[in-house]
């Protein structure tokens, strides 16, 4: 078991990481602060006072903006393989209102930020439907089907990816290290580099290993995980022999 396609592209444009807007026909782009509300629309939180601000303005009539949010996953660790580059497209309208008021509730679950306070002052909320997403990596894009975007779920781990990997690194390493050798049926080698956990996910993790060339394996979890918590007492027995004994 692996993230799906659709799982990625939500995880990667969920609002953990940098993103860019192209708004259609208007210079760019524009860095912007941005999550997705459970639906899988994005939202965005646009200064007042800003070039993407006047890019969104409307024109020639039309309400909306069409744009492409563009976001490039960062790898939590080095060596860790990356996720690839989310590019997702719809019309963009502001928020006024009830409405902004919801939203900005919604933003506030994924990234609670002290400038939601001023929507309405000096920032302003835009909303829009995920109409078109395609999902690059390794040099090959792939369309997602819109529907199989809003169905799926981001990955509760990516946003404490990182300190999950520096953990197992910092304070777990020969537990780790036992582990993976005795999942991978590898034999302790002086010319080998010790194996070590580059990803984790909800449905497993991705070890690097060998040398001089580093290869990679998943090991599968025997459910995927619903948050961190779960994901602790799975490793458990990773982590303690005696556990893992038992």
């Known amino acids: 078991m692996r993230p799906s396609p659709a799982e990625i592209v939500r995880t990667l444009v969920a609002g953990r990481l940098p993103g860019l807007v192209h708004v259609a026909h208007r210079p760019g782009p524009h860095h912007v602060r941005h999550v997705t509300d459970p639906e899988g629309r994005v939202l965005l939180l646009v200064?007042?006072?800003?070039?993407?601000?006047?890019?969104?303005?409307p024109t020639d009539g039309e309400d909306d903006a069409a744009l492409v949010l563009d976001v490039l996953d960062l790898?939590?660790?080095?060596?860790?393989?990356?996720?690839?580059?989310?590019?997702?497209?719809?019309?963009?309208?502001?928020?006024d209102g009830e409405e902004a008021r919801r939203a900005a509730l919604d933003f506030a679950a994924v990234e609670p930020t002290g400038d939601l306070l001023d929507v309405g002052t000096r920032f302003q909320l835009f909303r829009f439907e995920v109409v078109e997403a395609r999902w690059e990596r390794a040099?090959?894009?792939?369309?997602?089907?819109?529907?199989?975007?809003?169905?799926?779920?981001?990955?509760?781990?990516?946003?404490?990816?990182?300190?999950?990997?520096?953990?197992?690194?910092?304070?777990?390493?020969?537990?780790?290290?036992?582990?993976?050798?005795?999942?991978?049926?590898?034999?302790?080698s002086g010319n080998d580099a010790a194996p070590r956990v580059v990803r984790i996910d909800r449905y497993g993790l991705v070890v690097s290993y060998g040398r001089p060339a580093r290869r990679r394996a998943r090991l599968?979890?025997?459910?995927?995980?619903?948050?961190?918590?779960?994901?602790?007492?799975?490793?458990?027995?990773?982590?303690?022999?005696?556990?893992?004994?038992g």
Do not use: K, N
């Open 220 to 245: 599968a979890f025997p459910h995927p995980v619903a948050d961190h918590a779960e994901l602790a007492r799975l490793l458990h027995p990773m982590l303690c022999r005696r556990a893992a004994a």
């Open 75 to 95: 790898p939590p660790a080095a060596g860790a393989p990356p996720l690839g580059r989310a590019w997702i497209s719809g019309w963009a309208g502001r928020l």
């Open 139 to 188: 040099g090959a894009v792939r369309r997602i089907d819109p529907v199989a975007y809003a169905e799926a779920e981001p990955d509760p781990l990516h946003p404490v990816e990182a300190e999950l990997l520096a953990d197992l690194a910092d304070h777990h390493a020969d537990q780790v290290t036992g582990y993976l050798r005795r999942q991978l049926g590898l034999a302790e």
């Open 47 to 57: 200064p007042v006072v800003s070039d993407l601000a006047a890019a969104l303005r």
